[in-house]
RNA sequence: GCUGAUGUGGCUCAGUGGUAGAGCAGCGCACUCGUAAUGCGCAGGCCGCCGGUUCAAAUCCGGCCAUCAGCUCCA
């Protein structure tokens, strides 16, 4: 009998019968491994467990820890969804059914919309699929047996997906019991395996993601192969709601949103301690780096949007109004205003690079089903800042950017994705200068020595760019910093600065934001702090609570005295009980609580409790006030 | 925008054709209290909006508005 060398991981290297299965191997090495083993990597392709080996290879196992045993094992649920709601409901058609980042989702063609007690339905029939323990089997085909097979059974998706396959590639089916999909694989070995699963929601989604295509029915769900898995990912969905900033921003009476105007948020006091300390924050950092703030209006003539671009390309975001009959719009964006700003002066190189910030509040018409707590508003201040210069300027600028970008998200604690967006279809300016602006970017990007992603075709309409995202409670992520730059506005609005040798050049712009929208910026930190800022950022750092109405006096004089050395305080005056009180500062993730009674009116101190340490002790309140100061100076 | 779900006091929610309910928060009174909920009482609601069915609608039907989830991840 033939034998071949199978090398694992570790460099182990083992010599098996040829024809011996992935299985089998994997339960020779271990009775563990045999159980757990979901898939294998064979010379780095990935490949069902039932597969042979027929010669000498590497073979790396993959259970449920590894990210693409996960995939499969998500995969092979999605099977058993789809073989739940055909057994239910015959007439549905199978669309497309993959593994996602956390857990699986089928689309399915039906003419009923599925309802909650459907999938109710649906779980009962899956957990008899899993307990009648299929194996997942799978047959190789061409692409005309692939299409009449599919035309058998009635499943008109799957037909125009194997017709959208080059000729000669790989078709496979894979059958669990009755059911038969088309699928590449691969799958774990048995329905068995899974040992607890969840349908966790329903929603519509296009054909191929085109809205012009039929939507379909999505049913989405997670599966693991312990139960114990199972109730840990449900515990931390609940937590990750509880970080939610549109339920903290109630809660903390930070912000809120009605329904006389989607999309447009209010901020309240407590909101706007935290946007004022933002805003101050980036008024002293960009000032220490060259840049003069202004300021631009809010409404423009629509003339001057039909010049920059925007009216070709960014029409359908934008709110028009008329005033005496003249037509002007809202403003989307910053720039036309920082550009007529520029042309107020002839400029000279000596004065380059020039760099206005503007905090401007812009307007934008997102569509309603887009919008999202203050993460996805209609309107937003952006803390703009035009960067006007000359060509040889531009790599130290974007580096520039780059850097205090990078110094403020590490102030927050943030980690942060770059992506490098390439031009879009609906843009203006030639092929050229987008590529030598992405070039500038990306090389930007390389001398720093930054990981990115590059997003085809994901630009503004004038520029390529960098985007900074940072991630949401439920881990979506959302873009804030971004930096483009920009050969097209300068060229439409006829800029130019004096040079050297005394001739007119044409200047280079950036466009650059850092927080991105204050609005969208805020909420990420609530949902990052879960609402309990550092105590430099909280709406209130102290929150004295009087032991019963003896002490009130005492209380509002530690009050003063903490107001005047600039600390936000406030007196709990409610007739309750300190219990009740701290339990009440402690759910308003309040950074400090001093307790006053007696003792502390007695001796001029307060009795300190932390949120995050409880009962720090009895201290002199200058104690206390120097100890706040020193936390809180550190940002401003 | 599209698909589905949801909309009842400041908040969280019960109420499925017959006079709107609870808990928390608020206010009042009593207690004067030492580190995560003291007790009693009071007040608070065009049941998202508009229309229809009905003797009668929070409840059934239709339209609209808003909110939530998804709509990129390709058998």
Redesign the pocket.
């Known amino acids: 009998m033939e034998q071949v060398k199978v090398s694992l991981k570790d460099g182990v290297e083992k010599v098996y019968q040829k024809g011996i299965t992935l299985l089998e191997i994997a339960e020779n090495i271990s009775r563990k491994l045999g159980k757990e083993a979901l898939a294998a990597k064979v010379d780095g392709v990935i490949k069902d467990l039932s597969s042979k080996v027929d010669k000498d290879c590497n073979v790396q196992f993959l259970t449920f820890e590894d990210e693409e045993g996960r995939k499969v094992f998500w995969?092979s649920s999605s099977h058993v969804m789809a073989q739940a709601v055909k057994r239910l409901f015959p007439e549905t058609k199978?669309?497309?059914?993959?593994?996602?980042?956390e857990g699986f989702?089928y689309d399915f063609d039906r003419d009923e919309?599925?309802?909650?007690s459907d999938l109710e339905k649906i779980e009962q029939e899956m957990a008899k699929i899993i307990a009648e323990d299929y194996a997942f089997c799978r047959k190789n085909v061409s692409k005309e047996e692939?299409i009449e097979e599919l035309n058998k059974i009635n499943e008109p998706y799957?037909v125009e997906?194997?017709e959208?396959?080059p000729e000669g590639?790989?078709?496979?089916?894979?059958q669990q019991g009755e059911f038969k999909?088309?699928?590449?694989?691969p799958h774990i070995p048995s329905t068995g395996r899974i040992k607890a699963f969840k349908l966790?929601?329903?929603?519509?989604?296009?054909w191929?993601?085109?809205?012009h295509n039929k939507?379909l029915?999505?049913i989405?769900g997670i599966s693991f192969p312990k139960k114990s898995m199972l109730d840990e990912y449900l515990t931390r969905i609940e937590e990750a709601k509880k970080r939610?900033h549109?339920?903290l921003g109630?809660?903390l009476d930070l912000f809120s949103?009605?329904?006389e105007g989607?999309?447009f948020p209010f901020f309240h006091p407590k909101g706007m301690i935290i946007w004022n300390l933002l805003t101050d924050f980036w008024r002293k950092e960009h000032s220490k780096r060259g840049y003069q703030e202004i300021k631009t209006p809010i409404i423009l003539n629509e003339e001057l949007w039909r010049r920059s671009g925007h009216w070709d390309h960014y029409k359908e975001n934008m709110y028009f109004t008329k005033i005496d009959d003249m037509n002007y719009a809202v403003k989307p964006m910053n720039c036309p205003g920082g550009i007529l700003m520029y042309k107020t002066d002839s400029r000279s190189y000596r004065d380059l690079p020039i760099r206005l910030g503007e905090l401007g509040l812009v307007h934008r018409h997102?569509?309603?089903?887009?919008?999202?707590?203050l993460m996805r508003v209609r309107c937003f201040t952006q803390d703009d800042a035009h960067i006007f210069m000359m060509p040889s300027q531009i790599e130290d600028e974007i580096i520039g950017v780059i850097d205090l970008v990078d110094y403020f998200y590490q102030i927050f604690g943030f980690e942060y994705n770059v992506e490098l967006s390439t031009r879009p279809e609906n843009s203006m300016g030639s092929d050229e200068l987008w590529d030598q602006a992405t070039a500038a970017l990306q090389g930007a990007l390389d001398k720093k020595g930054m990981s990115y992603k590059i997003n085809e075709g994901d630009g503004a309409f004038y520029g390529p760019k960098i985007d900074f995202h940072l991630k949401d409670s439920?881990g979506?992520t959302w873009q804030c910093g971004t930096i483009q730059l920009d050969f097209q506005m300068p060229e439409r609005f006829d800029l130019s600065y004096i040079g050297a040798d005394g001739e007119k050049h044409r200047p280079v712009m950036i466009h650059r934001v850092i927080f991105g929208s204050i609005e969208r910026f805020i909420g990420i930190l609530i949902e990052h702090y879960a609402g309990a800022f550092p105590v430099w950022l909280a709406p209130v750092q102290a929150r004295i609570?009087p032991?019963?109405?003896?002490?009130m006096d005492y209380a509002y004089k530690v009050k003063k005295q903490l107001e005047e050395a600039g600390i936000r305080v406030e007196v709990d005056e409610?007739?309750?009980?300190?219990?009740?009180?701290?339990?009440?500062a402690?759910?308003k993730k309040i950074p400090y609580?001093l307790?006053?009674?007696?003792?502390?009116?007695n001796e001029n101190t307060?009795?300190?409790?932390t949120?995050e340490k409880?009962?720090v002790?009895?201290k002199p309140v200058e104690t206390f006030i120097d100890e706040v100061l020193t936390l809180a100076s550190k940002f401003n």
């Not at 590639?169 to 894979?174: G, M, Q």
């Not at 999909?181 to 694989?185: K, Y």
């Not at 997102?366 to 707590?373: I, P, T």
């Open positions: 995969h199978l669309a497309i059914g993959p593994a996602i980042d989702y919309s599925f309802t909650p692939a799957k997906l194997v959208a396959l590639a790989p078709i496979s089916f894979y999909d088309l699928c590449a694989g966790t929601s329903l929603a519509g989604a296009y191929r993601g085109d809205e939507m029915q999505r989405y939610d549109r339920k109630k809660e949103i009605h329904e989607p999309g997102e569509l309603s089903g887009v919008l999202h707590g439920l979506r609570l032991i019963s109405e003896k002490h409610r007739n309750e009980k300190i219990g009740y009180k701290v339990r009440d402690q759910m609580m307790v006053v009674g007696d003792k502390e009116a307060v009795s300190v409790r949120r409880g009962d002790g009895q």
